[in-house]
């Protein structure tokens, strides 16, 4: 099949109900615009189009607001169980990812050097048939790296790569992994489950960042929301158990430091307690495993490991048993440990100990929606670092890339580059040119999601699917990169051909919904409900039905954490955190993003080191000097900046520059402090410990130049006299 | 037919626009802060600009140390202009760029703007911003810009309008139709955006709407009330 033929979307021309877009072989495709009720429309000549938001993994419904063909603002989607309307920094700021200037424009071929970063226009065929032969020289040894794509597009990666024997892994750089296995050990549930944050009234958190950028960071921030102000009489309380005073935890009632990796100890004493003072009611049968457990464990002990005093964790259990209903979450710093999975397990016990599953709250399983999504799992580091191991999967072979960028996300010290330059041909279907990207041979670069069809399963969350279609005309020569593995299926033949016979990745996506509708409502035309789901942005239920759980792991260990780099010659603890507006870097190349004051420290456009100012003073550090990090691995410089949240034997670097390539808005800026760590792995999740390599700090005698926007916070204190309260 | 009426006079006479930010719930997320940005067209300073103070932010999240570890604590205030009843900012203004409406905006006439800055040397709150630059967006970026909004060019001050277009847009529309506008119909974009709905806004000559009840709470206070400006915003004291 000719890919030319199906080079659909170009502009013909707008209709007034929508863009009217010509498909494949003439074939027309409408889009529907989303339908708001008629008070809340902006007069204009403006059209909503639903779809949904991919700037991070959540997958929030998102509304956008299309004007003489520009999207113009995009909104959360007001129906999407998901954020109901509400919507994040980063997702506001997604149109700065469609007119970004330095999207790549089309397919491209390397020139020069591997890694040198230059790059010629290469025609789409030229590059189809470069990919394409290349993955038939290598039989079984192609590598796609992917972000997690929960649709149909994981369904096309699978079994593209199955077909022709090759290996695919949805990989993320997130703490996620931890909590999968945990859930496994704790519930025996693969999926991951619902918090109900909303109801609860006491919420215990292990360095959950769920106010920043946590699994779901706008559904829990509306669940927040009504967890302290939604209810008439009841204020939900909760407090925050971490290292760190992060975003999330100047948010707590109370915030309760400890030292980093001891976090399962203290539940594991919480825990104790409420089985000592009678408090569970967890089935007798299961109880024993449970008591066995925490016999070996004392409270004294645990506070002399921990930091926390023993009248703290008495009052912490105390609390949290005489909740109405109290609900414990791990993850954070918590969870990116060499113990990161054991001590999310002995949070998970707490649960069990007080029965919250499944209970208004608690701890919620909803199975995620029918929607033939595949099952892929979504990898930690480890997956990805067997790739050089001994079995040498990638040596040789063609290595591809869908938005992941693990040359930014995978620290030196993993020695990861190799895998790129082992391979034969690296080939990246991103829109941008990042770290990874820009040592690739061949580009094929995908539309933007704005100019996209696709779909994305809701996990955990009452189910949902969220639909999306293309709101704006693609800008450049790009394509769909379904297209593009649907097309390469079709030059290949035979069984992968077989698998995957649709024509263009719109019809494909729009059969897995017909198949869909078909199973769920039998008899029913397609057509309507095909309509309706464009118009709304995707189909939900208003509530699943919880999932009963099969299982009640009791903790099986709780080994303190490791940590790489002697404490005498490395003082501190590191913590390197995603930060609020960059994320894991994703967000660097967004100008508002870079410009969006750092919520505690108000740093914009760069880098800084995070230092209790005691200790500073201590090395005679003032604010803004230049600071040496020093790990093991490596080390940075970045002015300091002093931060009154961290103890005194921490120091944290937020994540998301540091870019050496990624656009002008990226690039040259600040540090990657993922530079410093050790190659550290949380065994049963395959995750890296992003917390466990130890610094030390060295004076380099210079200034930086942190650019704080506080212009007016400092000396205003008398603001906040009348904004603080006794209840 | 409906009969004409002048916007500022609908049935029941005329609004008073007032917003409630509940301080227990704004976690400092700043998603109105970017909302903010995109809606109304606020330039982009780069780092430069930045480092020198000139940075543009019509609502911006004030944030406040307290303690040392282990009992730090920080909190956030979102602020924005407090659309004083009582506008330290207007009687300044030797052009009458910065004037009250009779449904209580602070306006600011960009077109009429000499730029003295006085008004900014008046506001107690310090959420009036000069631009110092034109304005400036690398293409593409321009095609985002949002047509119901003007783009401010060098010298003049601004700030926030309580998404002035929005409110116009609902009041046009319910004029048409012969009726109030409704209690939650106008909703500027960092009201829209802010998951834990600490932002309410509405109008509070309707002593049902949600932002009348909620500023009757015995959490609410003005800021630097003491001041006598008379601020359309009411902020609900975090509860500890
Ligand atoms: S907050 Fe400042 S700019 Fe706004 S009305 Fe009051 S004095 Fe004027
Ligand atoms: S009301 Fe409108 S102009 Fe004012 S801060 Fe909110 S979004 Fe910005
Ligand atoms: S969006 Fe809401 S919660 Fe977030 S910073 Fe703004 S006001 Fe606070």
Same mark, same amino acid.
């Given at each position: 099949?000719?890919?030319?033929?199906?080079?659909?979307?170009?502009?013909?021309?707008?209709?007034?109900?929508?863009?009217?877009?010509?498909?494949?072989?003439?074939?027309?495709?409408?889009?529907?615009?989303?339908?708001?009720?008629?008070?809340?429309?902006?007069?204009?000549?403006?059209?909503?189009?639903?779809?949904?938001?991919?700037?991070?993994?959540?997958?929030?419904?998102?509304?956008?607001?299309?004007?003489?063909?520009?999207?113009?603002?995009?909104?959360?989607?007001?129906?999407?169980?998901?954020?109901?309307?509400?919507?994040?920094?980063?997702?506001?700021?997604?149109?700065?990812?469609?007119?970004?200037?330095?999207?790549?424009?089309?397919?491209?071929?390397?020139?020069?050097?591997?890694?040198?970063?230059?790059?010629?226009?290469?025609?789409?065929?030229?590059?189809?048939?470069?990919?394409?032969?290349?993955?038939?020289?290598?039989?079984?040894?192609?590598?796609?790296?992917? $972000?997690?794509?929960?649709?149909?597009?994981?369904?096309?990666?699978?079994?593209? %790569?199955?077909?022709?024997?090759?290996?695919?892994?949805?990989?993320?750089?997130?703490?996620?992994?931890?909590?999968?296995?945990?859930?496994?050990?704790?519930?025996?549930?693969?999926?991951?489950?619902?918090?109900?944050?909303?109801?609860?009234?006491?919420?215990?958190?292990?360095?959950?960042?769920?106010?920043?950028?946590?699994?779901?960071?706008?559904?829990?921030?509306?669940?927040?929301?009504?967890?302290?102000?939604?209810?008439?009489?009841?204020?939900? $309380?909760?407090?925050?158990?971490?290292?760190?005073?992060?975003?999330?935890?100047?948010?707590?009632?109370?915030?309760?430091?400890?030292?980093?990796?001891?976090?399962?100890?203290?539940?594991?004493?919480?825990?104790?307690?409420?089985?000592?003072?009678?408090?569970?009611?967890?089935?007798?049968?299961?109880?024993?495993?449970?008591?066995?457990?925490? &016999?070996?464990?004392?409270?004294?002990?645990?506070?002399?490991?921990?930091?926390?005093?023993?009248?703290?964790?008495?009052?912490?259990?105390?609390?949290?048993?005489?909740?109405?209903?109290?609900?414990?979450?791990?993850?954070?710093?918590?969870?990116?440990?060499?113990?990161?999975?054991?001590?999310?397990?002995?949070?998970?016990?707490?649960?069990?100990?007080?029965?919250?599953?499944?209970?208004?709250?608690?701890?919620?399983?909803?199975?995620?929606?029918?929607?033939?999504?595949?099952?892929?799992?979504?990898?930690?580091?480890?997956?990805?670092?067997?790739?050089?191991?001994?079995?040498?999967?990638?040596?040789?072979?063609?290595?591809?890339?869908?938005?992941?960028?693990?040359?930014?996300?995978?620290?030196?010290?993993?020695?990861?580059?190799?895998?790129?330059?082992?391979?034969?041909?690296?080939?990246?279907?991103?829109?941008?040119?990042?770290?990874?990207?820009? %040592?690739?041979?061949?580009?094929?670069?995908?539309?933007?999601?704005?100019?996209?069809?696709?779909?994305?399963?809701?996990?955990?969350? &009452?189910?949902?699917?969220?639909?999306?279609?293309?709101?704006?005309?693609?800008?450049?020569?790009?394509?769909?990169?379904?297209?593009?593995?649907?097309?390469?299926?079709?030059?290949?033949?035979?069984?992968?051909?077989?698998?995957?016979?649709?024509?263009?990745?719109?019809? %494909?996506?729009?059969?897995?919904?017909?198949?869909?509708?078909?199973?769920?409502?039998?008899?029913?035309?397609?057509?309507?409900?095909?309509?309706?789901?464009?118009?709304?942005?995707?189909?939900?239920?208003?509530?699943?039905?919880?999932?009963?759980?099969?299982?009640?792991?009791?903790?099986?260990?709780?080994?303190?954490?490791?940590?790489?780099?002697?404490?005498?010659?490395?003082?501190?603890?590191?913590?390197?955190?995603?930060?609020?507006?960059?994320?894991?870097?994703?967000?660097?190349?967004?100008?508002?993003?870079?410009?969006?004051?750092?919520?505690?420290?108000?740093?914009?456009?760069?880098?800084?080191?995070?230092?209790?100012?005691?200790?500073?003073?201590?090395?005679?550090?003032?604010?803004?000097?230049?600071?040496?990090?020093?790990?093991?691995?490596?080390?940075?410089?970045?002015?300091?900046?002093?931060?009154?949240?961290?103890?005194?034997?921490?120091?944290?670097?937020?994540?998301?520059?540091?870019?050496?390539?990624?656009?002008?808005?990226?690039?040259?800026?600040?540090?990657?402090?993922?530079?410093?760590?050790?190659?550290?792995?949380?065994?049963?999740?395959? &995750?890296?410990?992003?917390?466990?390599?130890?610094?030390?700090?060295? $004076?380099?005698?210079?200034?930086?130049?942190?650019?704080?926007?506080?212009?007016?916070?400092?000396?205003?204190? $008398?603001?906040?006299?009348?904004?603080?309260?006794?209840? | 037919?409906?009969? =004409?009426?002048?916007?500022?006079?609908?049935?029941?006479?005329?609004?008073?626009?007032?917003?409630?930010?509940?301080?227990?719930?704004?976690?400092?997320?700043?998603?109105?802060?970017?909302?903010?940005?995109?809606?109304?067209?606020?330039?982009?300073?780069?780092?430069?600009?930045?480092?020198?103070?000139?940075?543009?932010?019509?609502?911006? !999240?004030?944030?406040?140390?307290?303690?040392?570890?282990?009992?730090?604590?920080?909190?956030?205030? +979102?602020?924005?202009?407090?659309?004083?009843?009582?506008?330290?900012?207007?009687?300044?203004?030797?052009?009458?760029?910065?004037?009250?409406?009779?449904?209580?905006?602070?306006?600011?006439? =960009?077109?009429?703007?000499?730029?003295?800055?006085?008004?900014?040397?008046?506001?107690?709150?310090?959420?009036? =911003?000069?631009?110092?630059?034109?304005?400036?967006?690398?293409?593409?970026?321009?095609?985002?810009?949002? +047509?119901?909004?003007?783009?401010?060019?060098?010298?003049?001050?601004?700030?926030?309008?309580?998404?002035?277009?929005?409110?116009?847009?609902?009041?046009?529309?319910?004029?048409?139709?012969?009726?109030?506008?409704?209690?939650?119909?106008?909703?500027?974009?960092?009201?829209?955006?802010?998951?834990?709905?600490?932002?309410?806004?509405?109008?509070?000559?309707?002593?049902?709407?949600?932002?009348?009840?909620?500023?009757?709470?015995?959490?609410?206070?003005?800021?630097?009330?003491?001041?006598?400006?008379?601020?359309? !915003?009411? =902020?609900?004291?975090? !509860?500890?």
């Amino acid at each position: 099949m000719d890919l030319k033929r199906r080079d659909f979307l170009k502009v013909v021309g707008l209709g007034a109900a929508g863009s009217m877009l010509p498909g494949c072989g003439g074939e027309t495709a409408k889009l529907i615009p989303y339908v708001l009720p008629d008070e809340e429309i902006v007069p204009g000549v403006a059209n909503w189009y639903a779809s949904v938001c991919r700037e991070c993994e959540a997958g929030c419904g998102i509304i956008v607001r299309v004007m003489e063909g520009r999207a113009r603002k995009i909104e959360g989607n007001p129906d999407h169980p998901l954020n109901r309307g509400k919507l994040c920094a980063l997702g506001q700021a997604s149109l700065q990812g469609l007119y970004n200037p330095d999207r790549i424009r089309g397919p491209l071929q390397r020139d020069g050097e591997r890694g040198e970063g230059r790059f010629k226009p290469i025609p789409w065929e030229e590059a189809m048939s470069r990919w394409v032969s290349a993955l038939q020289k290598h039989p079984g040894g192609a590598v796609l790296i992917s $972000r997690p794509v929960p649709g149909t597009l994981a369904g096309l990666f699978s079994t593209f %790569m199955k077909e022709i024997s090759g290996t695919v892994f949805f990989y993320e750089p997130s703490a996620e992994r931890p909590l999968r296995a945990a859930n496994r050990k704790s519930f025996g549930i693969d999926f991951l489950p619902d918090y109900d944050l909303a109801n609860t009234t006491y919420l215990l958190s292990f360095g959950a960042p769920f106010l920043s950028h946590w699994l779901s960071p706008v559904h829990f921030g509306a669940a927040y929301g009504r967890m302290r102000q939604g209810r008439p009489e009841v204020r939900g $309380r909760f407090v925050q158990v971490e290292p760190r005073l992060s975003l999330t935890a100047a948010s707590a009632d109370r915030w309760v430091p400890i030292r980093p990796g001891t976090e399962g100890l203290l539940a594991v004493a919480i825990g104790r307690l409420i089985l000592e003072e009678g408090r569970t009611n967890l089935p007798r049968g299961d109880r024993s495993r449970f008591e066995k457990f925490y &016999a070996s464990f004392s409270i004294d002990r645990i506070a002399n490991e921990t930091g926390v005093a023993e009248e703290e964790i008495v009052r912490l259990a105390r609390e949290f048993y005489t909740a109405a209903s109290p609900l414990a979450i791990g993850g954070g710093i918590a969870s990116e440990q060499t113990n990161g999975t054991d001590t999310l397990v002995a949070i998970n016990a707490l649960n069990l100990l007080v029965g919250n599953i499944n209970r208004p709250g608690g701890i919620r399983f909803f199975r995620p929606s029918d929607f033939p999504a595949s099952s892929a799992e979504v990898v930690g580091e480890q997956a990805l670092l067997d790739l050089k191991g001994p079995s040498k999967k990638a040596s040789r072979s063609v290595l591809m890339l869908y938005q992941a960028n693990p040359l930014y996300t995978l620290p030196p010290s993993t020695q990861f580059r190799q895998v790129f330059e082992e391979a034969d041909l690296v080939v990246s279907f991103s829109p941008f040119l990042d770290e990874s990207t820009a %040592m690739a041979d061949l580009i094929l670069p995908d539309h933007f999601f704005l100019e996209s069809w696709g779909d994305h399963v809701t996990e955990g969350i &009452a189910p949902a699917a969220g639909l999306a279609q293309p709101v704006v005309i693609p800008r450049y020569d790009t394509r769909p990169v379904g297209d593009l593995f649907l097309g390469a299926a079709n030059r290949f033949g035979g069984g992968v051909k077989e698998r995957l016979s649709w024509t263009d990745y719109r019809t %494909m996506v729009r059969e897995q919904w017909r198949d869909f509708f078909d199973r769920r409502q039998p008899g029913q035309p397609f057509e309507a409900a095909w309509v309706e789901a464009l118009q709304k942005g995707g189909w939900w239920k208003p509530e699943g039905k919880p999932v009963s759980i099969s299982q009640r792991g009791a903790p099986s260990a709780a080994e303190p954490a490791r940590f790489e780099g002697s404490e005498k010659e490395f003082p501190f603890y590191f913590y390197p955190f995603p930060s609020m507006g960059l994320h894991y870097g994703q967000g660097a190349n967004r100008p508002w993003l870079q410009e969006l004051p750092d919520p505690m420290t108000t740093v914009v456009w760069g880098s800084w080191v995070e230092i209790n100012p005691k200790t500073a003073q201590e090395y005679g550090l003032a604010e803004r000097d230049l600071v040496r990090v020093i790990s093991p691995y490596g080390e940075i410089e970045a002015p300091v900046v002093y931060f009154p949240g961290n103890p005194p034997d921490l120091i944290s670097v937020p994540i998301g520059q540091g870019h050496r390539a990624y656009g002008r808005y990226a690039e040259g800026r600040g540090v990657n402090p993922l530079a410093l760590l050790a190659p550290l792995i949380d065994a049963p999740s395959g &995750a890296l410990a992003t917390g466990a390599t130890r610094v030390r700090i060295e $004076r380099t005698g210079r200034k930086g130049r942190p650019v704080l926007v506080d212009q007016t916070g400092q000396g205003t204190r $008398r603001h906040t006299e009348g904004g603080e309260g006794e209840a | 037919m409906v009969e =004409y009426r002048d916007q500022n006079a609908p049935p029941g006479g005329p609004y008073q626009w007032g917003m409630v930010i509940d301080l227990d719930r704004c976690t400092g997320c700043e998603a109105c802060v970017v909302a903010c940005k995109a809606e109304n067209n606020i330039r982009i300073a780069g780092e430069d600009e930045a480092a020198q103070g000139r940075a543009v932010y019509w609502i911006r !999240i004030e944030r406040y140390w307290e303690g040392e570890y282990p009992n730090a604590q920080l909190k956030f205030m +979102p602020v924005l202009c407090q659309h004083c009843g009582n506008a330290p900012c207007e009687p300044v203004c030797p052009v009458y760029a910065s004037y009250h409406t009779p449904d209580g905006l602070n306006a600011q006439v =960009y077109n009429r703007c000499v730029g003295v800055r006085y008004c900014g040397n008046n506001c107690p709150y310090t959420v009036r =911003y000069f631009n110092w630059f034109e304005p400036h967006w690398d293409e593409p970026l321009n095609e985002q810009l949002n +047509p119901d909004v003007t783009v401010r060019s060098v010298g003049v001050m601004e700030k926030c309008t309580f998404c002035v277009q929005r409110i116009r847009g609902a009041q046009q529309t319910a004029q048409k139709e012969g009726r109030r506008v409704k209690d939650g119909e106008v909703t500027p974009a960092c009201v829209q955006s802010c998951p834990t709905e600490a932002l309410v806004f509405g109008d509070r000559n309707d002593p049902e709407s949600r932002v009348s009840k909620l500023a009757e709470s015995d959490r609410g206070f003005g800021l630097l009330e003491e001041l006598g400006t008379k601020p359309a !915003i009411t =902020y609900l004291k975090r !509860i500890k």
